[in-house]
């Protein structure tokens, strides 16, 4: 029997913890991914989080929730925006996942799936059409478990670090 989970609002309490979290997470995301160097990536995160969450918990379009069993045990934490897309015709309201965390206890047990299931519950509840995200391509199992609940890549950004006097596989002399 597989699991169902719930979404419940984050209080200003979790909120206040979860930011601290994911602002750390988020900058060591950004260096390990090479897009960031490892000096002020803190203050860029917090400048990126300022930006996005101006209200904190209470910015418009964006839901931060608890996912809870049903006995109410949190297992983890998501961030939603929810917004129209501005591409003219046809356009639907789109969710951006911007942050899902299971709790390390709960990680390994089987949940991942259920937890997205009920963030997806939600997008829909809200209104939303399509959902997307971005996730850091070092980070192997989130990439396994949003391939595993339908998610497809639509862009790839690739990266490769250079070094001075290493040889080039082709020459464009």
């Known amino acids: 029997m597989s699991a169902v989970l719930h979404w419940a609002p984050l209080g200003p ?3 206040a913890a979860w930011r601290a979290e ?6 060591e995301g950004k260096v390990q991914a090479g897009n960031w160097p490892a000096e002020g990536a803190i203050e860029r995160s917090e400048a990126e ?9 209470d910015t418009p379009q ?7 069993r049903d006995d109410a045990t949190p297992i983890g934490i998501a961030w ?10 046809g356009a639907e309201t789109l969710a ?3 942050d899902f965390v299971i709790d390390p206890a709960w990680r390994g047990k089987g949940l991942g799936r259920a937890a997205m299931a009920a963030v997806e519950a939600k997008a829909l509840a809200l209104g939303a059409k399509r959902l ?13 478990l949003y391939e595993a609940a339908g ?3 639509t862009n790839l950004n690739m990266s490769k670090p250079l070094a001075a006097g290493a040889e080039s596989a082709t020459s464009l002399t």
Request: aromatic share 12%.
């Open 151 to 153: 998610f497809v890549i």
């Open 132 to 144: 997307s995200l971005h996730v850091f391509a070092h980070n192997i199992a989130a990439c396994r």
């Open 80 to 89: 939603l925006r929810i917004a129209p897309a501005h591409d003219g015709a």
């Open 49 to 57: 989080f300022a930006s996005l969450l101006p209200q904190g918990a």
């Open 22 to 27: 994911s602002v750390t997470g988020y900058a």
């Open 96 to 98: 951006y996942l911007f």
């Open 62 to 68: 964006h839901h931060l929730g608890r996912l809870l």
């Open 13 to 15: 309490d979790d909120f």
